[in-house]
């Protein structure tokens, strides 16, 4: 079918890769499709037409019912370590209907929860709506704090009931992404193809991604290189928002940079270190602080994809991979200090803000403080519900930073600024999002969480209106889980 007015432009350049990297596959049909979250903003900075999309023939494009003109729609083959594990996985439930062209960018059109592919193991291909509401909330406040994500286009419903742990209505959504090339596509081309193919995929990634690296003299080298500097910022961005992704298998690390597959994600309340919600972590593996640690560990299963290329002497080439990989501490660690010191106003670099950042943290960890919001009174110059404080641990703490900050030669007003840009006011607070999930699922009701999205596509403007999206909720000791996102 041809819907001229939508305005995608779709290109399938991932087909020129051997096919043993994808399967052409067409989404199921389903029986009573309705859009129930579009994204006008995104079809916007995207060149869609957001009303011919929302009309009955763009919907059944985006519930895999009808096949635009121009789209071959596969899933695509990986494999990863999941919780250490190496497994072959793939795109269970995932059908790409191809990469869409704007202004010489490239962007993966993807359907999640469209149906049973080849890769579906075990699975019905399918997906739950409260998953993909919750996917929605959590990538498009992810792109409102300025962290590299896949954004969330739309939600379809179903019309079908979808077996879980109960019955449950079921969703399409679909996702936006500068590709689905993921460490565990690298794993995969290493694992299961030949030399030939697994160059051909990196030459293809460096192409699309880093195409300045072609010209270097060790692409590949300057692809490791690359990858392990936009992890490091990407993690160290999401431990500064507080953010735990909770399943950070290396089949859900881009090598473009950007966040995905938001499962059991969530961001921590008070602050602890050792924070986990999803349900199925036992033992902590993708804790708040390991996060660090578990990029390079996820980094190291990639840069050793690359041993092939990298040199014709495999021992030059472990070398070079080792070289590389043991540079994440540093780059991480400086993504990591400059965006904490900033957070507290700091211009300059000196060598005791590391001390002035750890006393903090620890003062927070003690006291129980929430991470968010004591940011955020330290941006206001407000001491509001933070037992801390009171302390005269903080207030010693605070007087040395008053005196740090006087060392900067910087106004207030500058110091201040410079603080909002970089604490959020708001979050997508675990409460908030389970209540507007609820009310869509349970009662139909979408204005619950289109609020939250309007209050967290702009969470540093500090305005007095969504204050009450700054609130904590309801103390209880039941401890808040998350589940993957099926
Ligand atoms: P995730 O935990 O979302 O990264 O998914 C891990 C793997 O399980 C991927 O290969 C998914 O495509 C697959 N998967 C997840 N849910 C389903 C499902 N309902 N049906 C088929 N495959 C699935
Ligand atoms: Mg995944």
Request: net charge negative; aromatic share 10%; glycine share 6%.
């Amino acid at each position: 079918m041809k819907e001229n007015d939508i305005n995608f432009n779709f290109d399938n350049s991932y087909l020129k890769l051997s096919d043993l990297f994808y399967t052409i596959q067409y989404p199921s049909k389903v029986t009573k499709p309705k859009l129930v979250m579009f994204n006008d903003s995104l079809a916007k900075e995207i060149g869609l037409n957001s009303e011919a999309l929302k009309s009955y023939s763009g919907v059944e494009i985006l519930a895999g019912n009808s096949i635009y003109e121009g789209s071959t729609p596969i899933s695509q083959a990986y494999a990863g370590h999941q919780f250490g594990h190496f497994t072959m996985l793939g795109d269970g439930r995932a059908i790409l209907l191809g990469e869409h062209i704007i202004n010489d960018k490239r962007l993966d059109i993807q359907l999640k929860g469209a149906g049973r592919t080849p890769y579906s193991r075990g699975g019905d291909g399918k997906a739950a709506l409260g998953p993909m509401l919750r996917e929605y909330i959590i990538s498009e406040a992810m792109y409102g704090l300025k962290i590299p994500t896949t954004r969330s286009l739309a939600v379809v419903e179903t019309g079908e009931s979808i077996i879980r742990e109960k019955i449950e209505p079921g969703a399409v959504l679909t996702r936006i992404a500068s590709s689905h090339i993921r460490v565990g596509t690298f794993q995969y081309a290493a694992r299961f193809t030949s030399y030939k193919d697994l160059k051909a995929l990196a030459d293809y990634t460096l192409e699309r991604h880093y195409k300045e690296g072609l010209e270097k003299e060790n692409p590949y080298l300057y692809l490791l290189k690359e990858v392990i500097k936009k992890q490091a910022s990407l993690v160290s961005k999401w431990i500064q928002v507080g953010f735990i992704h909770g399943v950070m298998n290396t089949d859900n690390v881009t090598i473009s940079g950007e966040t995905i597959d938001y499962g059991p994600c969530a961001f921590m309340d008070t602050y602890n270190p050792n924070t986990v919600f999803s349900s199925i972590d036992y033992q902590g593996r993708y804790a708040y602080a390991n996060q660090r640690y578990i990029i390079a560990w996820n980094l190291a299963r990639f840069a050793e994809t690359l041993i092939p290329l990298l040199s014709d002497s495999e021992k030059e080439a472990i070398n070079l991979a080792q070289k590389e990989i043991s540079k994440f501490d540093e780059i991480y660690k400086g993504n990591y200090i400059l965006g904490m010191r900033k957070k507290l106003g700091l211009f300059t670099n000196i060598e005791e803000d590391e001390n002035l950042i750890n006393d903090l943290l620890n003062l927070m960890n003690k006291y129980e403080a929430d991470y968010t919001n004591t940011f955020r009174n330290l941006t206001l110059g407000k001491k509001d519900d933070i037992i801390m404080f009171e302390t005269e641990e903080f207030k010693k703490w605070n007087n040395r930073w008053k005196e740090r900050l006087s060392k900067e030669n910087k106004s207030e007003e500058e110091i201040v600024k410079l603080m909002k840009s970089m604490n959020p006011s708001i979050i997508p607070r675990n409460h908030r999002v389970e209540e507007a999930i609820e009310a869509a699922v349970k009662n139909n009701d979408y204005t619950v969480i289109n609020n939250l999205l309007n209050a967290l596509s702009d969470p540093f403007d500090y305005i007095e209106d969504k204050e009450e999206y700054t609130k904590l909720p309801k103390p209880t000791n039941i401890p808040y889980r998350t589940f993957c996102g099926t």
